[in-house]
């Protein structure tokens, strides 16, 4: 009878704790969704541009590919700079060349693959020889060369991954500890007001966020050789940037969690779904709303940012647009938690 009355008093606490019931039974569904719909919109068919192609090329491409029929070669360079092509074939004189986007492996194997056999298809080989014509056809990267690895590619964002969800946990955690222990309640008896307590806790923890930040670049550029062809300098502060988003989310969040447990319950609803849209997974021939949600999610904008300065060499110049989102996504984290604390005084 005992055990009933135990067990009768943890159904009623967890039917009243409304976030456990959805974490419980609404969360694992839309995640499951979610990675449904990124798994299933993987990369299949690879971008390919033509320049001067015969038309029996293009008509083999056409069955294995994407294909666009460009008129010149800097219109292809151009193409494959800002992301539209994966590789472009152009044909001059009696030979051929292919130049790759390069920056993922397995889109440039892909690629490869597909151009191989639409040559083979296309073209007769070289008299007295069985030699596919693709073998004897110059290939150059855009970026990267041909010995990138998948680490390589996901190296970035993986990178900014790690920033950011440590970030979030530990200061989160910390920053409710703060709260339950009530040192939050005592600073706040003082003059001191909500927008000054909330810029003292983000500077405070901001510290040691940002040594955390030091230690996991140095790791993974000097530690796990991840390729860095642009300053490591913009790397860094692309990072920092990440961690104050984490670190703005986290103390934010932390005020709406009356324990860790609950705390943690944040994670599979802030954290994961960004992951899976982060870049780490190509959604370039995902529906319309996915590519429209992923715009939501800071890690978007982070993983693209450090995939162009370690991967493509860009400067500030080109990276800025992002790093202002990241500055945009702390700044309102702030101001949030700032009303958030309204909970707790009311001046």
Do not use: C
Not at 87 to 95: E, I, P, Q, R, S
Not at 140 to 148: A, E, I, P, T, V
Not at 322 to 344: M, S
Request: hydrophobic content about 55%; aromatic content about 12%; overall charge negative.
């Amino acid at each position: 009878m005992r055990t009933i009355v135990v067990a009768t008093r943890l159904v009623n606490q967890i039917l009243a704790d409304k976030r456990a019931i959805a974490l419980m039974f609404v969360a694992p569904v839309f995640l499951l969704f979610l990675m449904y719909v990124v798994i299933t919109s993987m990369t299949s068919t690879p971008a390919i541009d033509l320049v001067a192609a015969p038309e029996s090329v293009v008509e083999a491409l056409q069955e294995r590919a994407e294909v666009t029929v460009l008129e010149s070669e800097d219109e292809a360079l151009a193409r494959l700079k800002d992301g539209s092509a994966d590789a472009f074939l152009v044909f001059a004189g009696d030979g051929h060349r292919v130049v790759l986007e390069g920056t993922n492996p397995t889109i440039s194997r892909l690629a490869l693959t597909v151009l191989r056999e639409a040559l083979i298809e296309a073209l007769e080989p070289l008299p007295g020889s069985a030699a596919p014509p693709l073998s004897s056809t110059p290939i150059d990267y855009l970026y990267g060369s041909q010995d990138y690895s998948s680490f390589d590619f996901f190296a970035p964002v993986a990178m900014g991954f790690i920033i950011f969800f440590f970030v979030f946990v530990i200061a989160g955690i910390a920053f409710l500890r703060e709260r339950i222990s009530g040192t939050l309640e005592r600073a706040l008896a003082s003059p001191l007001r909500r927008w000054e307590m909330v810029l003292g806790y983000f500077l405070g923890f901001g510290i040691f966020v940002a040594f955390q930040t030091v230690i996991i670049q140095l790791f993974m550029v000097y530690g796990l050789k991840a390729p860095t062809e642009g300053s490591p300098w913009l790397v860094l502060l692309l990072n920092l940037l990440m961690a104050m988003v984490a670190l703005s989310l986290s103390t934010f969040l932390s005020a709406y969690a009356r324990s860790e447990f609950q705390m943690f319950q944040f994670i599979p609803i802030v954290i994961t779904p960004q992951v899976l849209f982060s870049g780490l997974i190509e959604l370039r021939e995902a529906p319309d709303w996915v590519n429209h949600l992923s715009q939501l999610f800071p890690l978007t904008y982070g993983g693209k940012a450090l995939r162009d300065v370690m991967l493509r060499g860009l400067g500030f110049g080109e990276v800025w647009r992002d790093a202002a989102i990241l500055l945009a996504f702390a700044v309102a984290f702030l101001l949030l938690n700032a009303v958030a604390l309204k909970k707790y005084r009311r001046v």
